[in-house]
């Protein structure tokens, strides 16, 4: 089993030969990249535990207390966590009204009803189900354990979180504040996100827009309406290699075939007699020509997130946060550029994931079969 962890830079740097340029740790624009044979361009269609004493600058130009890294503090969510401002998920609509006084708006909405204030809104089923399907005589196979707030919708920045996370904060913070979520949620055709978390049947869910929290929500049941991609992973333990979804990309997993509608949305495409690179807003997958088997995924910008929330431009910390220790750290000095490469196997080491890291800065992930295990697989052959 150590010779599949041995000599993983070399393979590495054969895996990266056919990488976006970023990975490759190479200057050189992606286009220009080769695939084990020169590419030719085809036009596009369309066009918990980080150390806590480790800071880092802002991610981005941006220099607003939005973009600043907190410390992590990431605990165990608890039922201070559903409520805001003393308004929680047990709350009468008549408690929320004597904090926040008489509503902006309110408005009948089938089996429950919606109450608008500025920054923030509340939901309650109407009373009439709550007795309706607790009837005793009735065998409806359902009931209702809770009265009150069903759902409690964040929008202004000047309202917290029990942690002090607001709306039009950035991902990294809700992360670096909350830990791993249970589930990352992608709206597939806007490009918004979710990072889900759960406690029983209580649901924290921040929405994300380009990056930024755009609202928050605190529910109870299922948290919307958002399509499962990346899918949900299990969390393994502290020594336990990643999980299966780990090495997935935008839903996509290794060694499966190109969908008819990923082949039909790309952004930009290259590719040779034996291989494609198929080039998405956020990630890049490189693909055998003929079966469109997939072989390799790449993370290329915060256009689009890992299964557990890492993106690019997230601080090395936040990866230690998500991921936990390393199996094996790399560095590479090709070309005067160092990058460290952070390393994660899959059960067996049949696959491997990896964070590309430069100047403490996420640049980019690659999820990639082994290629020392496949090297010892056909050498038993």
């Known amino acids: 089993m150590n010779k599949l962890k041995s000599g993983i830079l070399l393979a590495y740097a054969i895996l990266a030969m056919s990488a976006p340029a970023v990975l490759a740790a190479q200057p ?10 020169a590419l030719v361009n085809m036009d596009s269609r369309n066009d918990k535990e980080a150390s806590k004493d480790r800071s880092g600058s802002d991610k981005t130009s941006s220099e607003t207390d939005h973009d600043t890294l907190i410390p992590v503090d990431s605990d165990m969510l608890s039922d201070a966590d559903f409520s805001v401002n003393g308004i929680g998920l047990d709350s009468t609509v008549d408690s929320v009204k004597a904090k926040l006084y008489n509503p902006d708006s309110a408005i009948s909405r089938g089996i429950y009803d919606e109450y608008n204030w500025k920054g923030i809104s509340v939901e309650a089923l109407k009373p009439f189900l709550n007795k309706y399907v607790n009837r005793k005589d009735l065998s409806i196979g359902s009931q209702i354990k809770h009265t009150g707030i069903s759902k409690i919708v964040i929008t202004s920045d000047s309202i917290k979180t029990a942690r002090g996370v607001t709306a039009g904060m950035n991902r990294e913070s809700v992360l670096r504040k909350y830990g791993r979520p249970d589930k990352v949620l992608w709206k597939k055709f806007d490009d ?61 997993k290794l060694g499966d075939a190109l969908s008819s509608d990923d082949q039909e949305n790309w952004v930009k495409k290259v590719s040779n007699a034996v291989e494609e690179m198929w080039y998405y807003s956020g990630y890049t997958v490189k693909a055998t020509k003929q079966n469109k088997l997939i072989e390799t995924l790449f993370l290329t910008d915060n256009q689009m997130l890992t299964s557990r929330g890492l993106s690019k431009g997230d601080d090395v910390t936040t990866a230690e946060l998500l991921y936990g220790k390393p199996d094996k750290i790399e560095l590479d000095l090709r070309n005067g550029t160092p990058y460290v490469i952070y390393i994660y196997f899959s059960k067996g080491l049949k696959n491997i994931f990896a964070v590309y890291i430069k100047e403490d800065k996420v640049d980019s992930v690659m999820c990639a079969k082994n290629p020392q295990y496949t090297k010892q697989s056909n050498q038993s052959l």
């Open 28 to 37: 050189a624009d992606a286009d220009n990249q080769t695939a084990g044979a």
């Open 192 to 252: 918004s996100f979710c990072l889900v978390y759960k406690k029983e049947n209580n649901i924290l869910a921040f929405n994300l827009n380009n990056d930024t929290i755009s609202s928050i929500d605190i529910s109870r049941g299922n948290s919307g309406t958002y399509e499962i991609r990346p899918s949900e992973y299990a969390v393994p333990s502290s020594k336990s290699p990643l999980s299966a979804n780990d090495f997935d990309i935008a839903g996509l």
